[in-house]
């Protein structure tokens, strides 16, 4: 079953161009090892199977030719055992020659019908092993006898070699004369329906097959290797621990695999083989109170290979290996010729499948899928199985990703991390993690090599890319100065002892600014100073109405109050300002920012005039000033109004309840403090001598003497998302007091606000313009890496199309998760928490997209059955698993997404469609 000598001149043919005689050639699930063999005179080959009976039939086909003297002798051993394993049935034996040479079937029937096995008689000893268990029902009285003969007198042969060659030619007999379909032994034949051919079959002899078989292995007929036998290899190993061997991954070169195609477990077919090998009783497998019909011991090893919900995740695991070490991979697997007549519900999986994921560890150009139509045996009908045998053959181009998979499983198992003494001394809206960051560095580049990223935000690429650690070149750009002093206030090189003396001057001034916080303790009437004042304010303009203070008393320590009459005018009190410009906000009420607002309606009037009196004492400290102002800058969301939650993702934003306004010098003053562990942190992990640039400009406006072409390795960035995070307008909130200035003119975004109306177009065009800059200024076969986050399918296609038609080859992508955020909450089915990284490789040969003409309703037919196998293989998945972990690189390599995208808004409509959500567990299920 399943042998692949007819198909031995295709697949040679095929590979002829894939394979030299320098190779050595794994043959990882060997069966029959027809592959193997043929492959033996010009190329060291492995072997390997987890049945033993194939590692049997491997170790004889490549190891030495029989010695023409054995088989005399081992046939006149073969007749004494006989003669001892028959004795106690010689009756039976007699009387089964006389029913078979009258050709009576009924006679014969009811011998076998009053014939005592362990299957119908307790009481029935399993010795000898085939007579008193496979006798009457696989095979006949007398070749059940033989086969005992045989294999007690393999046990008398000292030579390991001829061991193999002996086995394998009982085998061959006992497929012969087996009465089952087609020599399968998954269960004997019943006997009244089959009489003629129960005739046939048992008229047979075992001995005779075997002794006949013998001569394949004997020269001239054996096909001997031109290099040593010891070369060659055999292994009883399930696959994955096989891939694990040195000896695997630094001798092979062309693995041949010929996995299972249907659920039809192997080792059901060929379960004698092994028995015949063990040659011991085991307990027998019952099912459902009775034995089963195949007769099975139940030590029978069970393939995950075999079954629909594993399948191609083992398949991957081989295509995932064999990209990341370098191995040109063929696949042999047949899917029937027409699927949309003949049944296919018990294949393990679709060849589309099977083809994509080979696609997604090669490339599209890394992989060669040839066809011939072939026959498969249909097991119970008469009729053989139309197919077409793919042969699926995978090797690396030159552009290839050869690390994908390995990046994808770690960054799947890193905890994402954003917390560490460097980015916790500021804050900026959706920074990346540094540890993913990390991973993708590591990689995709090495030391030397310069690191881009054209949207650098709070810096995180630049940061890692020149620490000691990595020590890339590195370049950033960034329209705002704010970002870009954050990077190079990071970059500097401190001395910590003298920052420490001058801040501890600083706090100390800072610290006679508690004056504007004195309340009253109730409890001892002494002088507290206020931390916290929380209250409520329904409209802008109107007057706040104090809830409660949090204060703390040199006697009292930390307590809380009700705000009293001093309280309550201190918090009203106007001040006049003269450093912070009270400049106006731009209109656009989606960041809460309404006409006519000003930057001080977002501060309580007393910390609007602290902040006025810190920037006049940050004057004085001229040789940390601008690290003051950067410590300020990380505080500032928090000294305006808040929330009790102290929420920073809306900078501009103030509650209407619950409103809190906090200690500002208190704010600072730690930052302050804390500054010291980030020198400690930039000491630690960053030389003097590093080599970044940092350009403050629209990355759409990037020249060549800016940055050469051909001079990046590596893109790692997170471009702006449509309208989802307001940067430059954000930036409103640091001009008026640090004088940061910020660009809405070249921001790329989506915005309605009135004073600017930027378009979905016009954001797509401008990253257009970007993309097409880093086409030249990439390297060829360089990687870029972009975060993305967006469900829109209609955004998905036009992003993928702008980076296609700028010679960026999409290659994959992979999810990186976060912590659950008001909007997933609420609405999880529809909702993708965290962000999809895409990986992309320059290759200057690719022209665009693959486009289909699919029929939409047959895309989405073949959508969904990529979408149930998921859900078969992996159990209920949540919306971004199915979008992130698969199914966009699904719909982008057939060329569907621009289709689809034309039929739906998101992929949850389809979902919807065909899949079932639980709202209890947020994922999707096919019941």
Request: net charge neutral; charged share 25%; glycine share 4%.
């Amino acid at each position: 079953m399943g042998s692949k000598k007819g198909l031995i001149g295709f697949i040679h043919s095929t590979l002829k161009d894939y394979v030299t005689e320098n190779d050595t050639i794994l043959d990882i699930f060997a069966g029959t090892c027809a592959v193997g063999y043929s492959y033996k005179k010009t190329n060291a080959v492995y072997a390997n199977d987890i049945e033993k009976y194939s590692a049997y039939i491997a170790k004889a086909l490549l190891g030495q030719p029989l010695d023409n003297e054995i088989v005399p002798a081992f046939l006149e051993t073969v007749q004494r055992k006989y003669a001892s394993v028959s004795r106690g049935r010689a009756a039976e034996i007699d009387a089964e020659e006389r029913y078979l040479k009258a050709d009576s079937a009924d006679e014969l029937i009811g011998l076998y019908s009053g014939y005592k096995t362990v299957w119908n008689d307790e009481k029935t000893k399993p010795e000898p092993l085939f007579l008193s268990c496979y006798a009457s029902n696989y095979f006949g009285i007398r070749q059940a006898a033989e086969i005992d003969a045989i294999r007690a007198a393999i046990d008398e042969v000292q030579d390991e070699n001829a061991v193999y060659i002996l086995f394998s030619c009982l085998f061959y007999a006992m497929k012969e004369c087996v009465f089952a379909k087609d020599g399968h032994m998954a269960q004997p034949l019943e006997l009244q329906g089959n009489r003629s051919r129960l005739l046939a079959q048992r008229k047979k002899s075992i001995v005779e097959f075997f002794r006949a078989k013998t001569d394949d292995f004997r020269l001239p007929n054996f096909c001997v290797s031109r290099h040593a036998p010891s070369r060659n290899k055999v292994y009883n190993l399930d696959f994955e621990q096989l891939l694990n061997l040195e000896e695997i991954k630094e001798n092979v070169s062309v693995i041949y695999a010929d996995p299972p195609y249907t659920d039809m477990q192997y080792s059901r077919y060929y379960h004698l083989l092994n028995t015949v090998i063990e040659n011991r009783f085991s307990e027998p497998t019952v099912l459902n109170g009775s034995y089963t019909k195949g007769l099975y011991f139940n030590n029978r090893y069970q393939s995950k290979l075999s079954q629909k919900n594993t399948c191609l995740g083992q398949m991957e695991k081989l295509i995932a290996f064999s990209s990341e070490y370098d191995k040109t991979l063929v696949i042999s697997f047949g899917f029937p010729q027409d699927a949309q007549t003949q049944k296919t519900d018990r294949y393990v999986l679709d060849i589309s499948e099977l083809i994509a994921k080979c696609k997604e560890h090669f490339g599209d150009d890394g992989v060669n899928v040839q066809t011939v139509p072939y026959e498969h045996s249909n097991n119970r009908n008469s009729a053989n199985k139309k197919v077409l045998e793919y042969l699926i053959v995978c090797k690396k181009s030159r552009f290839a990703p050869d690390k994908i998979e390995r990046v994808k499983e770690r960054i799947k198992n890193a905890a994402p991390s954003k917390n560490n003494a460097l980015y916790n001394s500021h804050i900026y809206w959706a920074q990346k993690p540094f540890n993913i960051c990390d991973i993708l560095i590591e990689e995709f580049s090495k030391e030397g090599d310069t690191v881009f990223d054209p949207f650098l935000g709070s810096g995180v690429t630049l940061l890692e890319a020149v620490k000691n650690q990595y020590r890339r070149k590195a370049i950033g750009c960034e329209i705002n100065q704010a970002p870009v002093t954050i990077v190079k206030t990071l970059l500097r090189d401190y001395d910590l002892a003298d920052y420490s003396a001058d801040a501890s001057v600083l706090v100390g001034e800072l610290r006679a600014l508690d004056e504007y916080y004195q309340t009253t303790c109730p409890k001892c009437g002494g002088t507290g100073i206020i931390h916290s004042v929380t209250f409520d304010r329904p409209e802008r303009t109107a007057k706040a109405i104090l809830k409660k203070i949090s204060y703390e008393c040199p006697v009292c320590k930390k307590a809380e109050k009700s705000p009293d009459e001093r309280d309550i005018a201190a918090f009203e009190r106007k001040h006049e300002t003269s450093r912070i410009a009270n400049q106006r906000l731009h209109e656009n009420t989606k960041l809460a920012v309404y006409r006519d607002e000003r930057i001080a309606d977002i501060f309580t009037p007393r910390n609007f005039k602290v902040l006025d009196e810190i920037l006049r004492l940050l004057e004085r400290h001229e040789t940390y000033q601008d690290v003051y102002k950067y410590i300020l800058m990380s505080v500032l969301h928090l000294c305006k109004i808040t929330d009790t939650h102290s929420n920073s993702q809306w900078p501009l934003w103030t509650p209407k309840t619950g409103c809190v306004e906090k200690n500002a010098v208190h704010l600072l003053c730690n930052r302050i403090e804390k500054f010291k562990s980030t020198i400690k942190y930039i000491k630690e992990n960053y030389s003097a001598e590093k080599d970044y640039l940092l350009l403050q400009k629209g990355s759409q406006y990037i020249t060549d003497e800016d940055i050469p072409n051909d001079s990046v390795h590596l893109i790692v960035t997170d471009p702006p998302y449509l309208g989802q995070v307001a940067y430059s307008e954000y930036m409103q909130l640091y001009r008026p007091f640090l004088g940061y200035e910020f660009n809405l003119d070249d921001e790329i975004i989506v915005t309605s606000s009135p004073e600017r109306k930027k378009t979905l177009d016009e954001y797509f065009d401008s990253l257009d313009a970007v993309f097409g800059i880093c086409d030249p200024k990439m390297k060829e076969g360089g990687y870029f890496c972009m975060y993305f986050h967006d469900c829109s399918l209609n955004v998905w296609n036009r992003l993928i199309g702008i980076m296609s038609n700028n010679h960026f080859k999409y290659l994959t992508q992979t999810h990186v998760g976060k912590t659950n955020t008001l909007k997933n909450i609420i609405s999880p089915k529809k909702s993708l928490s965290g962000d999809a990284i895409l990986i992309f490789v320059k290759d200057s040969s690719f022209n665009g997209m693959a486009q289909t003409n699919d029929n939409p309703d047959e895309i989405e037919a073949n959508v969904l059955r990529y979408i149930e196998q998921t859900v078969r293989q992996k159990g209920p998945q949540t919306t971004p698993e199915l979008y992130d972990d698969g199914l966009i690189e699904y719909l982008i390599y057939n060329g569907w997404l621009e289709q689809l995208s034309g039929k739906y808004k998101t992929l949850v409509e389809l979902f919807e469609k065909h899949l079932i959500w639980n709202s209890r567990t947020s994922k999707w299920s096919l019941e």
